[in-house]
């Protein structure tokens, strides 16, 4: 592949506050601890310590997820006390979902190898937390391959870790390519997160990836004090919303509001927020309610029924794994950057923030398209109402602008207006009324010759559209609608050319062209 990065700023997709974070702006600097570089994290190995007596729940669970996985990564390692944690997480889109998941996964797995060059004394292993306790179905349950969207139908409710996937056949009858690996998948297993486990450690153990399913009873118990000082005595809400307020007077906005409790009731088919009422302990849309007593007595012997929500969700993670850094996303990066007190409250170290790599991957058609074209790389990143006037310019062999002959006529109008003032200084409105409509019309006019113009090019305007709506799919970036099989289905070392084109500490737009 031909590699060319761009700066994030030139996309022009990402938030004020992701674009300020990544520059290292000093106003940010008291929303998280270390920057994401080879010194920063050389700082957070010396902050981070994690109580021996966690790591051996988090083998003795992972070894239990694992026991069906063959060819599993080298879980007993968590159990050195120098072995550290870089974690990514997302929700369990059917086939892998959109190419950012699989950058995320990459960009996980770089960042351990690049932390382990630099500190060879630690151990470093890439974690994807699955989102197994998110009930958002609508969010996972489609994926597009070669330009046709296919959907999980399906009547299940609740945690979509929980859901059987074995409906799921029926999107598999439909692809007329056979793809074992997802196959295999969803017809051998009973839920979607054993599923999801089995293939990425089919696409990405061998890399040393270990995927964690925190819907666990043991995991949870460790988690449990904060469950409840978050639902007995709502400490979190005052903290985060003191921290989103300094951040929207600094001028951002903030993306995730935190709650009285933050979270929710979790069985079989339900996952629903819990709210104080009354005195009463109540799940919403549904007839369940606790006393405090129950609800303590619950936290103690049950705390596999409490999901914690995108606030709590990070500190359940910290809390769990010997972490050094979240890898996410331009959205996940600057919520993460509103719970840094709250980290702080429950005594934990806040990890690095990382973004994942981005990229725009252009098949060796369409580079040959953007070669005819005359397009560079960067123009592609261009709205299309802008890439098509500059391109009709750029290739027109007449001149488009009446720029000169309206400064011209300027000048001109400039001469009638003093002779008009020395006679009466009441005509100044009218000479400025007829030198604007005199203006309005050249504009008019311009605007007519650069149509006129686009029509001769008609041919090349249509191609270069076409071309901008394939790697743009809905006017978006390619990432976030394409799946991985588009490209992995016609080149199986795909993934193994993203892993070493990609950089975990290089925050840049990767345009990868096939050659």
């Not at 950012?100 to 974690?127: D, G, M």
């Not at 927020?273 to 936290?299: A, C, P, T, W």
Request: charged share 25%; proline share 4%.
């Amino acid at each position: 592949m031909q590699v060319n990065t761009l700066p994030l700023r030139e996309i022009h997709q990402f938030s004020p506050l992701f674009l300020d974070y990544i520059t290292k702006q000093e106003k940010l600097k008291s929303f998280y601890c270390q920057f994401p570089d080879i010194e920063g994290f050389g700082e957070q190995l010396k902050l981070k310590t994690f109580d021996p007596s966690k790591r051996e729940i988090l083998v003795q669970v992972l070894e239990d997820q694992y026991k069906n996985i063959t060819n599993k990564p080298n879980i007993q390692i968590l159990s050195d006390e120098n072995t550290f944690t870089v974690t990514t997480g997302h929700q369990l889109n059917i086939f892998t979902g959109p190419l950012y998941i699989i950058y995320k996964l990459i960009t996980t797995i770089n960042l351990a190898n690049s932390l382990k060059k630099a500190y060879p004394e630690y151990n470093f292993v890439p974690v994807y937390w699955m989102a197994t306790e998110d009930h958002d179905f609508a969010e996972i349950d489609h994926f597009s391959l070669f330009g046709k969207t296919h959907q999980w139908q399906t009547e299940q409710k609740g945690a979509v870790g929980r859901m059987n996937p074995n409906e799921i056949k029926t999107i598999l009858e439909e692809i007329s390519e056979k793809i074992p690996l997802f196959e295999e998948a969803y017809n051998r297993h009973d839920t979607l997160a054993d599923a999801v486990r089995f293939y990425f450690n089919e696409l990405f153990g061998a890399q040393h990836l270990v995927i964690i399913d925190a819907d666990n009873r043991a995991l949870k118990k460790v988690f449990s004090p904060i469950i409840k000082e978050d639902i007995l005595s709502q400490t979190t809400l005052p903290v985060v919303q003191e921290t989103s307020e300094k951040l929207e007077q600094l001028g951002y906005k903030t993306q995730v509001t935190p709650r009285e409790i933050n979270f929710f009731y979790l069985k079989d088919g339900l996952r629903e927020r819990i709210v104080k009422e009354n005195g009463q302990y109540k799940v919403l849309n549904s007839d369940i309610h606790f006393s405090e007593e129950e609800i303590l007595k619950m936290i103690e012997n049950e705390p596999e029924h409490f999901s914690p929500n995108v606030i709590l969700r990070p500190v359940y993670q910290e809390t769990i794994l010997p972490n050094l850094a979240y890898i996410g996303g331009p959205s996940e990066v600057p919520y993460w950057l509103q719970f840094k007190d709250a980290f702080d409250h429950f005594k934990l170290a806040f990890p690095i923030l990382v973004p994942r790599n981005f990229a725009l991957i252009i098949n060796k058609s369409l580079s040959k398209r953007m070669e005819k074209l005359g397009l560079s790389t960067s123009e592609l990143f261009l709205d299309e109402i802008t890439l098509r006037k500059n391109f009709v310019e750029h290739n027109s062999k007449n001149q488009l602008s009446l720029s000169a002959e309206t400064e011209s006529f300027s000048e001109i109008f400039q001469e009638i207006l003093k002779k008009a003032v020395r006679i009466d200084k009441t005509l100044e409105g009218a000479v400025n009324g007829e030198k604007q409509k005199l203006i309005n019309g050249l504009e008019n006019l311009e605007k007519r010759l650069k149509k006129a113009e686009e029509r001769n090019q008609e041919t090349e305007v249509t191609q270069l559209v076409g071309l901008k709506q394939k790697l743009f799919p809905n006017g978006g970036l390619q990432e976030r609608s394409e799946n991985f099989l588009n490209f992995y289905l016609n080149n199986p070392d795909f993934l193994l050319q993203l892993g070493a084109v990609f950089d975990a500490l290089n925050f840049e737009f990767y345009v990868l062209t096939e050659e």
